[in-house]
């Protein structure tokens, strides 16, 4: 598939390309939007990088996604975006089901750092060097993901009784 | 007793984990090894713990203050007291099913945020739109950025002590709301936007109405300026307040009227023009201040603004359908499937299995929301349900900025500061 880039993006992939030439995975477009998949031991290099070397200053958001397949089975995914043309990025790493673990980047962007932690809460992905890796939304005490493809959306243990399904007659 | 060690003072009965991680968690921020009790004769600090149920947190937050007297010396916030999951809710609905929870997110301006989903879905379908009801949900949108303005100038006002004003703003969303009851059938929770269109056409008296309140509103806006911009009282407890300073404002991640008062002019309507937002006038507010009152202004500008986008899309709405006519795309309209076979099967197939957006497909739209930038992430499998959607939103990220700005503050200012950075907890826990 031919990509359509425009400079800063053509900049941007050039740039890895060159720098991190064994850390750049995939550079891929859907819809418009162009992501790029590093391996994930980089990414806290390559932010910093794109943070300095390509004025990608402003990170939009950090999000997790179960890819729910028995190697690499999380992505964390960081839209960034330049704000000197105005060009948006979205930066791909990938994780093993067991003990994903990944560097924390609030060293390079502070917004990242309510964003880490719900990718935590969510997904169980953990942040090294995060300042304050707690869980964001649920309480301290849940003991499970609930992003992740198999919590159900009803009957988690410990959780309110289910209402009953068998009529009262009979 | 030490109040660095909070957690042998407290006991807390419920959640007891979460409650022990926040007090640490406080303890820990900026960590110093100072020993309090000999820098502290006067026992002048405490901890405060504000919220989640204080009327003038705007919603379920909770603020964990360490007051030195009455300065605020560190905070944390801890929010997701309203935390529904609407993102798993997402996974296991079809994409229309989905619209009614997103205007429970932002509930201040549900418009925009079923616009910004019906964006997303449009973007990785690619559904087109037509003209006039692209125009029609830039009207809803700006209206409800106004209705949101609206909220935050009144319950800010009273924060800062001016009871009355709440009334007057009050007055003026009743409008925005009839208007919302004329154009789409409900006051409040709209969901008038529909993936390929809108549900139905403005009719007459709802054009009537928007053309009245545009011509009205702008007299109330000059009143307000009249009362508030030379108010000796609102600029002693705006000025200087919650300081977010320009160097920090992108680190932090800040975001919508926020972000332009540091001096930042990103805005979503020009960055990505999505509807028409490229054929209409209108200008990015901006301060350099940072302050309280700079928001205060940036906003009142923005209303100003939308006023004129809505007065420019009534002058160039075309006629024309509203509503995609690809089966594939949106639901017919509902004389189709009344009188007609097909378009009783084409709505039945839209209810069952919904919009499929090619597998593997990924997008990301963003909109320009009252509180900043939303946008909607979606990875499609192929199905009628996404594999997931992940709601980037704007509160969430101002409250972040709000546990930074808040350190040094007055404990008297805290409440002004929440009513400046105007979160919505609906949104910031999802």
Known sequence: ?170 | MKVTDINSRVNPQFQVKHQRSIYKSLEDKHTTIEDVDIDDPLNAKMILNMGPQHPATHGVLRLVLQLRGETIEKTKLDIGYLHRGVEKIAENKTYQEFMPYTDRMDYLSPYSNNVALCLAVEKIASVEVPDRAQYIRMIGCELARISSHLLWLGTMVMDAGAISFFIWTFREREKIYDIMDQIAGHRFTVSHSRIGGVANDLTSEASAIIKEFITKFPQELKDWHGLLDRNRIFIDRNENVGVLETDKALDIGATGPVLRASGFAVDQRIITPYSKYDEVEFEVPTRLEGDNLARYFVRMEEMKESIRIIQQCLDKMPKGPIRSNNAKHAYPSKDEVYYSMEGMIHDFMMTDTGICPPAGAECYHAVESPKGELGYYIQSDGTGHPWRIKINTPSFRNLQVLENILDGEMVADTVVVIGGVDPVMGEADK
């Open chain 1, 1 to 170: 598939m031919s990509l359509e880039l425009n400079d800063t993006l053509q900049t941007l992939v050039d740039g890895l390309t060159e720098t991190f030439s064994d850390k750049l995975i995939e550079v891929y477009q859907s819809s418009g939007d162009t992501f790029v998949r590093v391996e994930a031991d980089s990414i806290l290099e390559i932010s910093k990088y794109l943070k300095e070397k390509q004025h990608f200053v402003f990170l939009c958001d950090v999000f997790g996604n179960d890819r729910y397949t028995s190697d690499e089975r999380f992505e964390v995914v960081y839209n960034l975006m330049n704000l000197r043309t105005q060009t948006r990025v979205f930066i791909k790493v990938r994780v093993e089901e067991e003990n994903p673990t990944l560097e924390s980047v609030s060293s390079v962007w502070k917004a990242a750092g309510w964003n880490e932690r719900e990718v935590y809460d969510m997904f169980g992905v953990r942040f090294e060097n995060h300042p304050d890796l707690r869980r964001i939304f649920m309480p301290e005490d849940f003991e499970y993901f609930p992003m992740r493809k198999e919590f159900p959306l009803l009957g988690i243990p410990g959780s309110i009784e289910l209402p009953n399904t068998t009529p009262d007659t009979e």
